[in-house]
T-cell receptor, first 115, second 111 residues
């Protein structure tokens, strides 16, 4: 069964460092997303990406965040200068529909710990 | 008012019980509704979409009341493996692509 894969599964970094989280969406999907979940809190939308550009982003997704699809298969989330409050589980998701996004398939997540 | 509101629970029920979860949403323009399941420290997984006429998938029944902006999930004959957090999810105010998650209702099924 096709799946969304994410790396790394866990990253520990110092405050102020740059972090890149990587995702390989399901190969024929057209829509890509990043969500995050702070421990004990709800899943929060960060950004959606379609046709090689951001289609929507939340208030959380400020100038410290960026996304890229560098090579047609990977989808990355970069946090330029991490803050303590960026510690969370980051989920990548993809969906396939051409008319509407349809079901979102989530990766297993990348846990980011900022010290 | 929160965009998607759920009773956090936990609901602690014996195996075989029937349990119902409720959810309300604030945006009357939302068009897509889902129940996701999330196991501890795992990713959310789609349990079922929710259709206007209501729909059933085995032991799970979902209902939508657009007038009241209310969604429900009924689980019959609970299994130990049903223990998880159930997330009510609706599409966001601006478009269909952004999903808004509720905080989830935790279910514990005991032997």
């Amino acid at each position: 069964e096709p799946e969304v894969t994410q790396t790394p599964s866990h990253q520990v970094t110092q405050m102020g460092q740059e972090v890149i989280l990587r995702c390989v969406p399901i190969s024929n999907h057209l829509y890509f997303y990043w969500y995050r979940q702070i421990l004990g809190q709800k899943v929060e939308f960060l950004v959606s990406f379609y046709n090689n550009e951001i289609s929507e982003k939340s208030e959380i997704f400020d100038d410290q965040f960026s996304v890229e699809r560098p090579d047609g298969s990977n989808f990355t989330l970069k946090i330029r200068s991490t803050k303590l409050e960026d510690s969370a589980m980051y989920f990548c998701a993809s969906s396939g529909g051409e008319i509407s996004p349809g079901e979102l398939f989530f990766g297993e997540g990348s846990r980011l710990t900022v010290l | 008012r929160k965009e998607v509101e759920q009773d956090p629970g936990p609901f602690n029920v014996p195996e075989g019980a029937t349990v119902a979860f409720n959810c309300t949403y604030s945006n009357s323009a939302s068009q897509s509704f889902f129940w996701y399941r999330q196991d501890c420290r795992k990713e959310p997984k789609l349990l079922m979409s929710v259709y206007s006429s209501g729909n059933e998938d085995g032991r799970f029944t979902a209902q939508l009341n657009r007038a009241s902006q209310y969604i429900s999930l009924l689980i019959r004959d609970s299994k130990l493996s049903d223990s998880a957090t159930y997330l009510c999810v609706v599409n966001g105010m601006d478009s269909s692509y952004k999903l808004i998650f509720g905080s989830g209702t935790r279910l514990l099924v005991r032997p």
